[in-house]
């Protein structure tokens, strides 16, 4: 069974902090994904990775930082968080080998900016 | 550029109506790929079914759709809604290991 799993599962942060979301898949995936939802905007791509030191711009980067330091982990860093930043983040992994590959998501973060 | 849009907010029906949820599509691809996504109250999304080729019916779960690129749309059905089909229903566009997902339609099936 394919397991990701993320950490915390929610986060109050203050404006102007530092926020690091966590994420480890167990599936043996090289692709993962950083995606936040939001009401009337759907889930959007934040960052994503083909492979431990790599790290891609989606399509809203802006704000958000990615590390991959191996195969398993993937994080999302706020440098200095702000209340638009305020949303529920989900990870997810990919098999490279399938092109049309599934993607499996986390539980989600809860994270609120005050 | 590329972009999925989806009914709108919420659809609401009376458990035994079947179900349509509207997904239509803009790619310069040739040969697009959908998926629908399911997500529960509470819960992660997860894979409901994919496309496959164009004019070729895919069926998952009771649910079921087909992809028609000269309509560029790739809508889900359902014959008889459950209580149990209330969620939130996500079509996405694949672009090369990356997903573009529509802003999500929320369905209710009330008894």
């Known amino acids: 069974e394919a397991a990701v799993t993320q950490s915390p599962r929610n986060k109050v942060a203050v404006t102007g902090g530092k926020v690091t979301l966590s994420c480890n898949q167990t599936n043996n995936h090289n692709n993962m994904y950083w995606y936040r939802q939001d009401t009337g905007h759907g889930l959007r791509l934040i960052h994503y990775?083909?492979?431990?030191?790599?790290?891609e711009k989606g399509d809203i980067p802006d704000g958000y930082k990615a590390s991959r330091p191996s195969q398993e982990n993937f994080s999302l860093i706020l440098e200095l968080a702000t209340p638009s930043q305020t949303s529920v983040y989900f990870c997810a992994s990919g098999d490279y080998r399938e092109v049309y590959a599934e993607q499996f998501f986390g539980p989600g973060t809860r994270l609120t900016v005050l | 550029g590329d972009s999925v849009t989806q009914t709108e907010g919420l659809v609401t029906l009376t458990e035994g109506l079947p179900v349509m949820l509207n997904c239509t599509y803009q790619?310069?691809?040739?040969?697009?790929?959908l998926f629908w996504y399911v997500q529960h109250l509470n819960e992660s999304p997860r894979l409901l079914l994919k496309s496959f080729t164009d004019n070729k019916r895919t069926e998952h779960q009771g649910f079921h759709a087909t992809l028609h690129k000269s309509s560029s749309s790739f809508h889900l059905q359902k014959s008889s809604a459950q209580l149990s089909d209330s969620a939130l229903y996500y079509c996405?566009?694949?672009?090369?290991?990356?997903?573009?997902f529509g802003t999500g339609t929320s369905l209710l099936v009330d008894p």
């Open positions: 790619t310069i691809y040739s040969n697009p790929f």
């Open positions: 990775s083909y492979g431990a030191g790599s790290t």
């Open positions: 996405a566009l694949h672009m090369g290991y990356k997903l573009t």
